[in-house]
């Protein structure tokens, strides 16, 4: 095999371990579908049409579709403590069908949904990530959120222990079964690639050269369902209060 196509077998290697964890996303999204279609939400969590416009003007969200997420959110908020928020454990109970277990991977998504760091997830926090992952968010956005998926000390750079904790993580919930051998090289051949200066971890410039240079890495950090939310939920459309 030449020096060519074996560098590209590595690099279809990193984006085939990278792409599960933001993939992830897409099962939040789904198992709120779930809990729309079975279960009437909570009236506890009280927003008006005002509200909803100003969270709307924010995002590439309409109002329809902001009101028929605060219906998915309010029910996910209540699945064990019904107080508005989502808590760790409410979230792990929708991806993981229990709140006990120990997970990095949902770890880091609650710690980037929860920008307040306040220990749970408000709904105009819920929305504000969501957004990220629209079809028609600036790549920009898409970009800056995977890399802070890595950062996991939070310290401006993703550095190679970071990167081999989050791909061990990747590879437990994922069916790919690679050696610690290929681990080691994917990780290397990450770093000589995306290091640019040499430093031995990945700044954000660098990370955005990097996930331009391989763009399956952030194939699915779109999420087509995100266009028209509302046609996920039928009953939800003959419910709605709002007219966009």
Not at 80 to 104: C, F, R
């Amino acid at each position: 095999m030449d020096s060519s196509s074996s560098s590209l077998a590595i690099s279809e290697r990193i984006c085939a371990v990278f792409i599960p964890l933001i993939g992830i996303i897409q099962s939040v999204v789904l198992s709120f579908t779930a809990c729309f279609d079975h279960h009437l939400p909570p009236k506890k969590l009280q927003y008006t049409i005002d509200d909803l416009r100003k969270i709307a003007s924010k995002t590439l969200f309409t109002v329809n579709e902001v009101e028929a997420l605060l219906d998915l959110f309010k029910k996910l908020s209540s699945s064990i403590i019904d107080d508005g928020l989502i808590h760790k454990e409410e979230l792990k109970l929708a991806l993981l069908k229990t709140p006990a277990s120990d997970n990095l991977i949902l770890d880091r998504l609650f710690a980037l949904f929860d920008e307040k760091k306040n220990g749970a997830i408000e709904f105009e926090e819920f929305v504000h990530v969501l957004n990220v992952f629209h079809p028609r968010a600036p790549l920009e956005a898409k970009i800056d959120f995977a890399f802070r998926l890595y950062d996991l000390r939070q310290t401006g750079f993703i550095e190679r222990e970071e990167v081999r904790q989050m791909l061990n993580a990747i590879l437990m919930e994922s069916e790919l079964q690679i050696s610690a051998e290929s681990l080691e090289l994917i990780i290397d051949k990450t770093f000589a690639d995306a290091d640019a200066d040499r430093d031995g971890r990945i700044n954000k410039v660098e990370w955005k050269a990097f996930a331009t240079q391989h763009p399956n890495l952030l194939k699915n950090m779109t999420l087509p369902c995100l266009r028209d939310i509302t046609t996920m939920f039928p009953s939800f459309i003959f419910n709605t209060e709002v007219e966009d």
